[in-house]
């Protein structure tokens, strides 16, 4: 069983930065591997990234591509995603999940077992 508690979120002005962040419960977050989604007013929850419990080969939604990262400390138990270069398409509540260790379909969302609440992100234009 894995707890997930994003923070960060905030309001921010198209161009600027968000840091992100995940915080894991239980021992095992280490064979985790992580996904970042988000939801949009009146959309679907799409995927944003996803990194593996190495941490090597994160892997990136095209419209994130460049402009995010995704990165994961497993002694502390947490995920991140940097956001730079923000855009307002950009704003949607962002989650986090957890799947199997060996999942390979890092994109779809009904693979990760665990999810968080959501963090709301805002970027004016």
């Known amino acids: 069983q894995v707890h997930l508690v994003e923070s960060g979120g905030g309001l921010v002005q198209a161009g600027g930065s968000l840091s992100l962040s995940c915080a894991a419960s239980?021992?095992?977050?280490?064979?985790?591997?992580m996904g970042w989604f988000r939801q949009a007013p009146g959309k679907e929850r799409e995927f944003v990234a996803a990194?593996?419990?190495?941490?090597?080969?994160?892997y990136y939604a095209d419209s994130v591509k460049g402009r995010f990262t995704v990165a994961r400390d497993n002694a502390k138990n947490e995920v991140y995603l940097q956001m730079n270069s923000l855009k307002p398409e950009d704003t949607a509540v962002y989650y986090c999940a957890a799947g199997p260790l060996s999942m390979v379909r890092l994109s779809v969302q009904d693979r990760y077992d665990y999810w968080g609440q959501g963090t709301q992100v805002t970027v004016s234009s």
């Open positions: 239980g021992r095992t977050f280490a064979s985790y591997t």
């Open positions: 990194i593996r419990w190495s941490g090597s080969s994160p």
